[in-house]
């Protein structure tokens, strides 16, 4: 096959006309900080996913952060996660002084094995954070029975999951924290942001109090017209706040998440198709309980060559990827500062030399997707 001359990135956000024009406008009102725009973006994420509450923040990982230090989490507590997620949790665990406990994933769909959570569970255990992993959501009823059987708090890592619904309940819905990304891969983007859904008044007191430097009155509030510029601070706070100039994005973004969605579900179909008869590589499987799949990744295993190889070999095609994730219990500091705390965790190792993100965005073709599947093909040597 002819090798294209255009690289085909791993992943691009789709920006249009309606995007421009909402920053535009934005820029020209003369607010750009948080206010309004915000406001009205926190309003419309309770609407998706049904949410009582919903905190607009400048990255998912202030909103991991956010939560664990409202939780009051702190030395020798434990957090259950699954090791394949992205460093930040383990991160934002860590420096709370609290113990990540692992637990392993289901290989097809690379989510948290609920199964395998109640053996995790000690009198140090405060909350369990499972990932809706790529755009498919994690076993929500079980988790959330375990939860409330030992009374633990749940925090949905929901980074890859704006559109994932569990049963015709959007991510977000179950009466959980859950924690959104907006960064530029996610399905929808506020060039950099997140969102923290939660259901409990007291808590979003707390996080919003946190968010802007423990100050009760943000800027729109002290700056905005008959705003009182004092304030006071009770407790130490963060700066995570998402200014309305990234939120008017995200509105615009918001506005066509069904569309982008559509496209990407169809995007991956094309990828089902064209990689099924290919020896030599594990599609990703979905749940088996009723979903809506947010498509956010398209992952595949390389299981007949070495995936350095692999790699290699798609850059030689002109064709991006991502790794999504390394096993955060394969990370120097965790090895070090956890070691004893790890256990047996075959599923994600098994997966982890071999997990390989395949370009997918909204603006790509379909003839991108062929191309990258025949490019597969000649790789795995079925196309010669």
């Known amino acids: 096959m002819k090798i294209r001359n255009e690289f085909l990135p791993f992943s691009r956000p789709s920006i249009g006309e309606t995007e421009i024009n909402k920053v535009v406008s934005c820029l020209k009102s003369g607010w750009i900080t948080t206010g309004a725009l915000a406001g009205e973006l926190e309003d419309k994420f309770c609407t998706l996913t049904s949410a009582s509450r919903a905190i607009a923040l400048n990255s998912a990982t202030a909103g991991m952060h956010l939560a664990l230090s409202a939780m009051d989490i702190s030395a020798g507590d434990e957090i259950i996660t699954p090791s394949l997620t992205f460093a930040s949790t383990v991160n934002m665990i860590a420096l709370r002084g609290a113990i990540p406990v692992f637990v392993d994933i289901d290989y097809g769909t690379l989510n948290i094995n609920p199964g395998l959570i109640e053996e995790k569970i000690t009198s ?55 924690i959104f990304s907006f960064h530029p891969i996610k399905n929808i983007t506020t060039g950099e942001g997140g969102m923290i859904t939660i259901n409990d008044t007291l808590l979003e007191k707390k996080i919003r109090l946190l968010r802007f430097h423990g100050i ?44 982008l969605n559509l496209r990407r579900s169809h995007l991956a179909g094309l990828y089902q198709n064209g990689l099924k008869d290919i020896r030599g590589i594990d599609l990703p499987e979905v749940p088996v309980y009723d979903h809506a799949h947010s498509w956010h990744l398209f992952i595949i295993k390389v299981v007949a060559i ?72 000649e790789i795995l040597h079925h196309g010669r």
């Open 124 to 178: 140090r255990t405060k909350a369990i954070i499972p990932v809706h992993f790529a755009g498919a959501p994690a076993d929500m009823e079980q988790i959330n029975k375990l939860a409330a059987k030992y009374n633990l708090t749940v925090i949905e890592d929901a980074a890859h999951a704006i559109g994932t619904y569990y049963k015709g309940v959007h991510a977000g819905g179950f009466g959980n924290i859950a």
């Open 216 to 259: 009760e009155r943000d800027a729109w509030k002290r700056y905005g017209r008959g705003g009182n510029p004092t304030y006071d601070i009770a407790a130490p706070g963060y700066k995570y706040n998402l200014p309305d100039l990234l939120a008017a994005l995200g509105l615009a973004q918001l506005e066509r998440l069904q569309e």
């Open 306 to 377: 070495k995936r350095d190889e692999f790699m290699q070999r798609l850059a030689e095609y002109n064709i991006g990827y991502g790794l999504h994730f390394p096993p955060a219990h394969l990370l120097k500091y965790v090895q070090e500062k956890y070691a004893g705390n790890i256990g047996n965790l075959a599923e994600t190792e098994r997966a982890a030399d071999q997990i390989i993100s395949l370009p997918l965005f909204p603006d790509m073709q379909d003839a991108d997707i062929e191309y990258v599947c025949d490019a597969i093909k």
